[in-house]
C-alpha cells in the first residue's frame, strides 16, 4: 500500500472521531437540558461524568492530528485539513463543557420549586441539537450552503436567549426571593447561546477547509 493511501486512511480515520465526538456532545447537551427540565440530578450527574469521554477523544486527536503532520509529508490541503481538525475538536469540548455548566445548574436547583415550567431553554437546546448535527454534516459534506444557513440560525437563539433575559428580569423585579433561581436560568440560556456560537465557528471552518477563506460569522 502507498504512503498517500495510507495518509489517507489516517485522515478518514481522523474524520470519523471527529463525528463521534459530535455525536457524544451533542447527546450531552440533550441530557443536560432534560436533567434541568426535569430536575433529574441523575441525568445531570452522568453529563459530568461523562465530559471525561468528550476530553478524551479531544486528546486522541490532537494527537493523532500532530503525529500525522510529524510522520507524513501533508499537501497544503492535507495541512488545511488537519489545522481545521484541531480547531474544530476544541470547540466541541468547549461545547461539552458549557453541558456540563447547565448540569451543575441542576444539581444547585434540585430542591427548588421553579418559577414556572422552562420554555425558551428546551426549545433552544433543540434548536443547538440540530445545528451540531447539520453543521458537522456541512462539515462532512462540504457544503458551503449548509454551513451558512446553520450559522443564520445562530440569531434564532440570540432572540430566544434574550426573552429568557427579560423574563426572568421581571420575575426578579417582582419577587426577590426568587432571584438565585432566575439568575440561574439566565446563566443556562447564556451556555446554551455560547454552544451556539461554538457551532457557528464550525461553519466558518467548514467554509474555510473548502475555500482557505477565514471568515467571522459571529458578526
Known amino acids: 500500500?502507498?504512503?498517500?493511501?495510507?495518509?489517507?486512511?489516517?485522515?478518514?480515520?481522523?474524520?470519523?472521531?471527529?463525528?463521534?465526538?459530535?455525536?457524544?456532545?451533542?447527546?450531552q447537551i440533550h441530557l443536560c437540558i432534560k436533567s434541568l427540565a426535569e430536575q433529574n440530578v441523575?441525568?445531570?450527574?452522568?453529563?459530568?461524568?461523562?465530559?471525561?469521554?468528550?476530553?478524551?477523544?479531544?486528546?486522541?486527536i490532537e494527537n493523532k492530528s500532530i503525529k500525522l503532520i510529524a510522520m507524513q509529508q501533508p499537501i497544503a490541503t492535507d495541512l488545511r485539513f488537519i489545522f481545521t481538525c484541531i480547531n474544530l475538536v476544541t470547540d466541541l469540548?468547549?461545547?461539552?463543557?458549557?453541558?456540563?455548566?447547565?448540569a451543575k445548574i441542576t444539581r444547585r436547583l434540585k430542591d427548588e420549586v421553579y418559577i414556572k415550567q422552562l420554555v425558551?431553554?428546551?426549545?433552544?437546546?433543540?434548536?443547538?441539537?440540530?445545528m451540531i448535527r447539520d453543521g458537522l454534516d456541512a462539515y462532512v459534506e462540504r457544503d458551503l450552503e449548509k454551513a451558512y444557513e446553520v450559522s443564520r440560525r445562530d440569531d434564532i437563539i440570540d432572540k430566544l436567549y434574550k426573552n429568557i433575559f427579560i423574563?426572568?428580569?421581571?420575575?426578579?423585579?417582582?419577587?426577590?426571593?426568587?432571584?438565585?433561581?432566575?439568575t440561574q436560568f439566565i446563566l443556562a440560556g447564556k451556555f446554551l447561546e455560547r454552544i451556539a456560537d461554538h457551532?457557528?465557528?464550525?461553519c466558518e471552518w467548514t467554509i474555510y477547509i473548502v475555500t482557505g477563506d477565514q471568515i467571522d460569522l459571529n458578526e
Open 1 to 27: 500500500m502507498s504512503a498517500r493511501k495510507v495518509f489517507e486512511m489516517e485522515l478518514n480515520e481522523l474524520h470519523n472521531h471527529i463525528l463521534r465526538m459530535g455525536s457524544v456532545v451533542e447527546k
Open 120 to 130: 425558551f431553554i428546551p426549545e433552544m437546546g433543540e434548536i443547538v441539537s440540530a
Open 42 to 60: 441523575e441525568l445531570a450527574e452522568e453529563v459530568i461524568k461523562n465530559d471525561d469521554i468528550v476530553d478524551k477523544l479531544m486528546k486522541e
Open 199 to 202: 457551532v457557528t465557528n464550525i
Open 167 to 182: 423574563e426572568m428580569i421581571s420575575v426578579m423585579t417582582k419577587d426577590n426571593t426568587k432571584i438565585e433561581q432566575a
Open 93 to 102: 469540548e468547549r461545547m461539552a463543557d458549557h453541558a456540563v455548566d447547565i
